[in-house]
Every structure is written in structure tokens, then in C-alpha cells.
């Protein structure tokens, strides 16, 4: 089972780097945001601020874990003025953590996505009650068979 939250957030020149780590506690006394389980996020959406003037290009880069190291890549550009002022994404990083930084251009530039949360051993029954479905359609499978002989 999993629970998915809303996350966004905004880039720009006074805070130009976030780094998304669920697994750190920002403060030891503040229990509100502490989530237990497998956490993922799903980047949907780019959109650059209205107040970003004409011709301002504007460059946001991620860094996260790839297959065998780190990897760093532009993810999105996006250009003051000309009209185009949003990108559609589909950044999924399962694995925290994932620095988001802008690289040129002033902002703001807003990412939005989903935030999901596996609760721990709720995988496990979720699991056990599809092997019971499993084994439940294979007697009825079987039984209708066994109709089906005798009724010849």
C-alpha cells in the first residue's frame, strides 16, 4: 500500500538548490514529518515563473542516483517571453537523495510531482491475499473441470 502526497518546489537565484531526502529528520523534535517506508518521487511538471523576464533562459539540473554512480543531467529549460512558460515531465527517482539545482537564469521555476510513501509490511499481506486469490480461482477452475467430466 502506498500513500502519495503532493510535493512541489521553487527554484530560483536566493534559493537555487533543493535537495529532496525524505530520510532526513529537519528538525529531532518535530515528528510531523517523519514517513517510514520505500519513498519515491515522481517529477510531473515544470513552470516557469510569470515575473521571469523576456528572454531569460533558465536551466534546472538534477542530481540522483543513476544504475552504477551518481548522475547529473539538465532535465529543464525554459525561456522567459516565449509563451512556452510550463514543460511536462515524467522524472521518476526512487531512491532518495535527489539534489535539484538551478544552473542559469534567475526563477523562480516551480517543479511539481508526487511523493510516494510504501508503508512497510503492508507489501507483505497485500502479497499473502493475492496468493489466497490465486489459490481460490485455480480450486474454482478446478471444479468446473471436474463438473464439466461429469456431465459428460
Keep these: 500500500m502506498t500513500e502519495d ?12 538548490t533543493e535537495v529532496w531526502d525524505p530520510d532526513v529528520k529537519p528538525d529531532a523534535n518535530d515528528s510531523s514529518h517523519v514517513f517510514r517506508g520505500e519513498h ?8 516557469l515563473g510569470s515575473e521571469v523576464p523576456d528572454g531569460e533562459v533558465n ?3 538534477v542530481e540522483a542516483m543513476g544504475y552504477k554512480s551518481d548522475i547529473k543531467f539538465p532535465v529543464v ?3 522567459g517571453g516565449t509563451g512556452l512558460s510550463q514543460c511536462v515531465l515524467d ?3 526512487p531512491d532518495p537523495p535527489v ?12 517543479l511539481l510531482g ?6 512497510a509490511g503492508e507489501g ?8 489466497e486469490i490465486d489459490e481460490e480461482f485455480e480450486e474454482e477452475e478446478e471444479e468446473v473441470i471436474e463438473e464439466e467430466k461429469n456431465s459428460r
Design 5 to 16: 502526497y503532493f510535493w512541489g518546489v521553487t527554484l530560483d537565484k536566493s534559493k537555487n
Design 40 to 47: 519515491t518521487l515522481l517529477v510531473k511538471q515544470a513552470v
Design 59 to 61: 536551466v534546472v539540473e
Design 77 to 79: 529549460v525554459l525561456k
Design 91 to 93: 522524472l521518476l527517482f
Design 99 to 110: 539534489t535539484f539545482k538551478l544552473v542559469k537564469g534567475n526563477g523562480p521555476v516551480h
Design 114 to 119: 508526487n511523493h510516494s510513501v510504501g508503508i
Design 124 to 131: 507483505i499481506a497485500d502479497e499473502e491475499d493475492d496468493d
